[in-house]
């Protein structure tokens, strides 16, 4: 009887150890699973991204063929006594700092290690079903690309002003060099 008894028991090990081992495949397939469904939320909301970026990188295009339509019609809207190269001279400066701004801003979101800001991504992921890193990682890049798209707007209230078409260029070259050090990648998401 002791005999059958250690053969029911080692038979009864083998199907424990079965049984485990199915449900640890198990947890790894649905580890694979979950793994996959945020490499698709993230494909996903990558995309978005980037149909962002090119918007508003293809707005600073928009800028520049607006002007050129109507750069032979236009009249410039100041006065010849009106102090247009010191406005200009403080938009340059404003540019230097809103792309150092934006570059410090996007990496203050991306390194940050707030708790109450762990905890706001992680609600508003919960709400919409997407992976907090990638909600970090979007508000990162479109705060940093609305900085970035105000120096072409700098160059777009110029030339409305006093039609320099010249400053119009260094503005939106700024700006789309800016944006181009935004890009979004893959990699950043954190």
Not at 47 to 62: K, P
Not at 63 to 86: A, G, M, Q, R, S
């Amino acid at each position: 009887m002791s005999a059958l008894q250690e053969q029911n028991t080692s038979d009864f090990d083998v199907i424990i150890a079965g049984l485990q081992f199915f449900d640890n495949n198990n947890k790894i397939t649905r580890n694979r699973e979950l793994k996959q469904e945020d490499n698709d939320a993230l494909k996903k909301g990558i995309v978005r991204i980037w149909i962002i970026w090119w918007v508003m990188f293809l707005s600073l295009c928009i800028y520049v063929v607006i002007c050129k339509l109507i750069e032979p019609t236009w009249i410039p809207l100041v006065t010849p006594d009106f102090p247009i190269n010191t406005l200009r001279d403080v938009l340059y400066g404003a540019s230097i700092i809103v792309l150092f701004l934006s570059d410090y801003i996007r990496k203050f979101i991306l390194k940050s290690q707030s708790s109450t800001q762990f905890t706001r991504f992680n609600q508003l992921a919960a709400q919409t079903n997407m992976p907090a890193s990638l909600l970090r990682y979007q508000t990162a890049v479109n705060i940093s690309l609305a900085f970035t798209e105000s120096i072409g707007i700098f160059g777009f209230i110029i030339f409305i002003l006093c039609k320099d078409i010249n400053t119009l260029y260094i503005f939106v070259g700024t700006s789309a060099a800016g944006m181009i050090y935004h890009i979004p990648r893959m990699g950043d998401i954190q």
